[in-house]
C-alpha cells in the first residue's frame, strides 16, 4: 500500500485530482454539521441575489433558496449515487465476466450475446429507457446508470478472465479437488481486482456525468430534493439572465469529474507495472543523448566499430539504472569480438545503444562515443542513423518473434529491408530474399518465402533474422546470442556461414553469448562483462585457457566439460548487484573469493596484468588469476 501511495503521489496531476476530490468529498461530508440554510426553505422576495450578497455567498435560485446549500447537499447526493452507480455495475459486470470467461463455451456464448445486445444501444436510450419503464427517481436512475455500465465491465473481466482460466495455477488448483466457486474466489478474483478497480476510477466521472444528465432531464431528482443535475435543469431558463445559478452546479460538476478523472488515471498508471515504468510510453525514434562530460577524441587504430567509455543508463521515476557503465570496446574489419557475460550484465543494452535503438523514455545515453568509420553516432540525426541500420551495421536480435512483423510475410519483409536502403525492382529484391533464405539453409526456400513468422519454427525464424542481417552485405554485425534456437547442425551452419563472410568480406562481427564453445570457435577476441562493465579483455585463447578477472574463472569453471573425467562443477554464489545500487570499488567483490578491502575503496582501472607479457590484455582486478597469491593473503 505504501508503494502504491508513493507512485500515486509522484504523479503530480494524480495528486492534484487526488487533492481536489478529498476536499470536495470531506465537504460533502461534513455538511450536516455546517451552519448552512435549509436547502429547500424558498423566499421569493430574494429571488435571483447575485454571489455575495448578504446572507448567502453564492446568491439564490429562482425561488429565493440559498445555492451554497443546495450546491453542497447536491454535491454529497451526487457523489453518493455516482459511488454507487459504480459499485454496483463493477460488482455485477465483473461477475458476469468472470463466470463467462471461466466456463466458457455455451455459458460465455449465451452471456456475451446477451452483452452484446445490451451493447447495441445507445447508453443514453437505453438508461431513459430503463428510467421509463421504472419512473421518474433517483433510485432509479441510479439503477439505469449502473444497468448501462455493466456490459463495459463484463466484456473487460471476461477478456482477463479468458486468459486466466487455462493457466498452469488454475489447473493446479483444479487437480488439488478444488470447486469451481473457490477457485474463483481464490485463484481467479485476486487476478483481476486490479483491473476491476482501474475500471472503477476511470468510469466514476462518466457515471456521475449520465446521473446528472437524467436528472437535468427531469427524470432524476425530484424536487424539492436538489442534486447538481437538477440544479442545472431548474437554471436552464434563467442562463442568459441570471448565469450564476448556472454556473456554479456546472463548475462543481467539472471539479468533480476532473479531478476523479486525473485520479483514476494515476490510480491505473500505480498499478498497472507496464505503466508505471514507462513501458508503453511512445518511444522516440532514437535514444535521448545527455552526455555529462566531453567527448572522447577519435583514435586512429585501425576499427572499423569502436565504443569509447560508452554510459547507458534507464531513468525510471527517481531510480537511475547504470546498465552500461563505461564501456570501450573496437572491432576491426575481418574481426570477430566475442561478448560474454551473466544475464543482466549489460550485454544486450551495449549493443542497442551503438545505433541509438535503446528505447526513450526510459533510455538515456550519458556518456562515451561509438564511432563507425571514425563518425560519433551518439547524437547524430535520425536520418544519419536510419541509413547505416540495416545497411551498414545490422542486428541479429535475440527474440526474432518480437522482430519480425507478424501480418506481414518474411519474403516480403526481407525484400522491404533491401529496398528502403537499395531502390531496386520488387521482383528483384524477392528474388534475392529468395537466395539470403536459400543462403541461411532454410529448406524450400521459394515456398517458404510466402510463410508468416508464427507458421515457422522458432529456428526458422532465427534463421530469417539472420538473414535479413546479411541483406544488404553490412560493413558490421551485432548478433545478440543468434544461435540460441538453433540446433547444433544449424548452429554449425551459421556459425560456418558468419566465418566465411568475415573471412571473404572483411565483415566485422560482435557476437553476444553464453555459449563459451560458439566464443571459441568464432571469435577472436573475447570481453566478458559485469554489472555494466568490462572486467576482462582479450585474445579469445588466451581468456579461455588463463582467465585473468575472478569472475572470469569462475563463469568458466561453471561449464562443464563432455569427454573430461570427473570435474567439480562450480558456481558463483550470490547474484549480480542491482545496477542502480551500485558501491563504490569492484562490482563483483561480494562474491569473489579474493576480496579484499581496497576492492570495495574506489574506481578500479581496466588495464594489463602485471608481469603479464601478453599486451592485448586487460583486466579489472587488483589481485587477478595470473597474480601470485599467497595462503595467508587470501580471507
Known amino acids: 500500500m505504501a508503494q502504491f501511495l508513493t507512485l500515486l503521489l509522484r504523479n503530480r496531476l494524480a495528486a492534484a485530482g487526488g487533492v481536489l476530490l478529498t476536499m470536495v468529498v470531506l465537504l460533502a461530508l461534513a455538511v450536516p454539521v455546517l451552519p448552512l440554510q435549509a436547502p429547500n426553505v424558498t423566499d421569493t422576495a430574494n429571488r435571483f441575489l447575485t454571489p455575495l450578497a448578504e446572507g448567502h455567498l453564492l446568491g439564490t435560485d429562482h425561488l429565493g433558496r440559498d445555492l451554497l446549500s443546495r450546491l453542497l447537499w447536491g454535491t454529497r447526493l451526487s457523489l453518493a449515487?455516482?459511488?454507487?452507480?459504480?459499485?454496483?455495475?463493477?460488482?455485477?459486470?465483473?461477475?458476469?465476466?468472470?463466470?463467462?470467461?471461466?466456463?466458457?463455451?455455451?455459458?460465455?456464448?449465451?452471456?456475451?450475446?446477451?452483452?452484446?445486445?445490451?451493447?447495441?444501444?445507445?447508453?443514453?436510450?437505453?438508461?431513459?429507457?430503463?428510467?421509463?419503464?421504472?419512473?421518474?427517481?433517483?433510485?432509479?436512475?441510479?439503477?439505469?446508470?449502473?444497468?448501462?455500465?455493466?456490459?463495459?465491465?463484463?466484456?473487460?473481466?471476461?477478456?482477463?478472465?479468458?486468459?486466466?482460466?487455462?493457466?498452469?495455477?488454475?489447473?493446479?488448483?483444479?487437480?488439488?479437488?478444488?470447486?469451481?466457486?473457490?477457485?474463483?474466489?481464490?485463484?481467479?478474483?485476486?487476478?483481476?481486482?486490479?483491473?476491476?478497480?482501474?475500471?472503477?476510477?476511470?468510469?466514476?466521472?462518466?457515471?456521475?456525468?449520465?446521473?446528472?444528465?437524467?436528472?437535468?432531464?427531469?427524470l432524476g431528482s425530484q424536487p424539492p430534493q436538489a442534486d447538481l443535475g437538477s440544479m442545472l435543469g431548474e437554471a436552464r431558463s434563467a442562463l442568459i439572465t441570471n448565469p450564476h445559478t448556472s454556473v456554479v452546479p456546472g463548475a462543481m460538476i467539472l471539479i468533480i469529474v476532473m479531478g476523479i478523472n486525473l485520479l483514476g488515471d494515476g490510480v491505473r498508471d500505480a498499478l498497472d507495472p507496464r505503466l508505471r515504468s514507462g513501458a508503453l510510453t511512445r518511444p522516440r525514434p532514437t535514444t535521448r543523448v545527455d552526455r555529462n562530460g566531453p567527448v572522447p577524441e577519435a583514435e586512429r587504430d585501425g576499427a572499423i566499430l569502436s565504443l569509447q567509455n560508452l554510459h547507458t543508463q534507464f531513468h525510471v521515476k527517481n531510480r537511475?539504472?547504470?546498465?552500461?557503465?563505461?564501456?570501450?570496446?573496437?572491432?576491426?574489419?575481418?574481426?570477430?569480438?566475442g561478448v560474454i557475460g551473466e544475464s543482466g550484465s549489460g550485454k544486450s543494452v551495449t549493443a542497442l545503444s551503438i545505433m541509438g535503438l535503446v528505447a526513450s523514455p526510459p533510455g538515456v545515453i550519458t556518456g562515451g562515443a561509438v564511432r563507425y568509420r571514425g563518425e560519433d553516432l551518439v547524437g547524430a540525426p535520425y536520418e544519419a542513423l536510419r541509413r547505416l541500420r540495416g545497411d551498414r551495421v545490422a542486428y541479429i536480435f535475440q527474440d526474432p518473434l518480437a522482430t519480425l512483423?507478424?501480418?506481414?510475410?518474411?519474403?516480403?519483409?526481407?525484400?522491404?529491408?533491401?529496398?528502403?536502403?537499395?531502390?531496386?525492382?520488387?521482383?528483384?529484391?524477392?528474388?534475392?530474399?529468395?537466395?539470403l533464405l536459400k543462403q541461411v539453409r532454410i529448406p524450400n526456400p521459394e515456398s517458404r518465402a510466402g510463410s508468416y513468422p508464427h507458421e515457422m519454427s522458432g529456428g526458422m525464424r532465427q534463421r530469417v533474422g539472420i538473414a535479413m542481417a546479411l541483406a544488404n552485405d553490412p560493413d558490421v554485425i551485432i548478433a545478440d546470442e543468434p544461435t540460441t534456437a538453433l540446433d547444433v547442425t544449424v548452429q554449425a551452419q551459421i556459425l560456418s556461414l558468419?566465418?566465411?563472410?568475415?573471412?571473404?568480406?572483411?565483415?566485422?562481427?560482435?557476437?553476444?553469448?553464453?555459449?563459451?564453445?560458439?566464443?571459441?570457435?568464432l571469435c577472436d577476441r573475447v570481453a566478458v562483462m559485469y554489472a555494466g562493465r568490462i572486467v576482462e579483455t582479450g585474445p579469445t585463447q588466451a581468456v579461455l585457457a588463463t582467465?585473468?578477472?575472478?569472475?572470469?574463472?569462475?563463469?568458466?569453471?561453471?561449464?562443464?566439460?563432455?569427454?573430461?573425467?570427473?570435474?567439480?562443477?562450480?558456481?558463483?554464489?550470490?547474484?549480480?548487484?542491482?545496477?542502480d545500487r551500485l558501491e563504490a570499488g569492484c562490482a563483483f567483490a561480494p562474491r569473489c573469493l579474493k576480496t579484499r578491502a581496497e576492492c570495495r575503496a574506489g574506481e578500479i582501472?581496466?588495464?594489463?596484468?602485471?608481469?603479464?607479457?601478453?599486451?592485448?590484455?586487460?583486466?579489472?582486478?587488483?589481485?587477478?588469476?595470473?597474480?601470485?597469491?599467497?595462503?595467508?593473503?587470501?580471507?
Not at 606 to 632: F, I, M
Open 605 to 635: 582501472a581496466l588495464k594489463g596484468p602485471a608481469n603479464s607479457p601478453d599486451t592485448d590484455r586487460e583486466v579489472r582486478c587488483l589481485y587477478p588469476e595470473t597474480a601470485a597469491v599467497s595462503e595467508r593473503d587470501m580471507p
Open 405 to 435: 512483423h507478424p501480418l506481414y510475410k518474411v519474403g516480403d519483409q526481407l525484400a522491404e529491408a533491401i529496398r528502403v536502403h537499395h531502390p531496386i525492382p520488387k521482383a528483384q529484391a524477392w528474388a534475392r530474399a529468395i537466395a
Open 547 to 579: 582467465p585473468a578477472h575472478p569472475y572470469s574463472a569462475r563463469l568458466i569453471a561453471c561449464v562443464p566439460e563432455l569427454g573430461a573425467g570427473r570435474r567439480r562443477l562450480e558456481a558463483i554464489p550470490g547474484l549480480p548487484p542491482a545496477v
Open 498 to 521: 558468419l566465418d566465411d563472410l568475415r573471412r571473404d568480406r572483411g565483415l566485422a562481427i560482435v557476437f553476444i553469448t553464453h555459449d563459451f564453445g560458439v566464443v571459441a570457435q
Open 81 to 218: 449515487v455516482g459511488f454507487a452507480a459504480a459499485i454496483f455495475a463493477a460488482f455485477f459486470g465483473a461477475a458476469i465476466g468472470i463466470i463467462a470467461g471461466y466456463f466458457g463455451g455455451r455459458t460465455d456464448n449465451l452471456i456475451m450475446r446477451a452483452v452484446d445486445m445490451l451493447m447495441a444501444f445507445p447508453y443514453i436510450l437505453l438508461a431513459l429507457a430503463i428510467v421509463a419503464a421504472l419512473g421518474p427517481g433517483l433510485g432509479n436512475a441510479l439503477i439505469a446508470v449502473a444497468a448501462v455500465n455493466v456490459p463495459f465491465f463484463a466484456r473487460n473481466i471476461r477478456g482477463i478472465t479468458v486468459g486466466l482460466a487455462h493457466k498452469e495455477f488454475v489447473d493446479a488448483a483444479r487437480l488439488a479437488g478444488l470447486g469451481h466457486t473457490r477457485i474463483i474466489l481464490t485463484e481467479i478474483l485476486p487476478n483481476v481486482l486490479p483491473v476491476i478497480v482501474i475500471a472503477m476510477s476511470t468510469t466514476i466521472g462518466w457515471m456521475i456525468l449520465e446521473t446528472a444528465g437524467l436528472s437535468f432531464l427531469g
Open 320 to 337: 537511475v539504472y547504470k546498465a552500461v557503465g563505461g564501456v570501450s570496446l573496437k572491432v576491426k574489419p575481418g574481426e570477430c569480438l
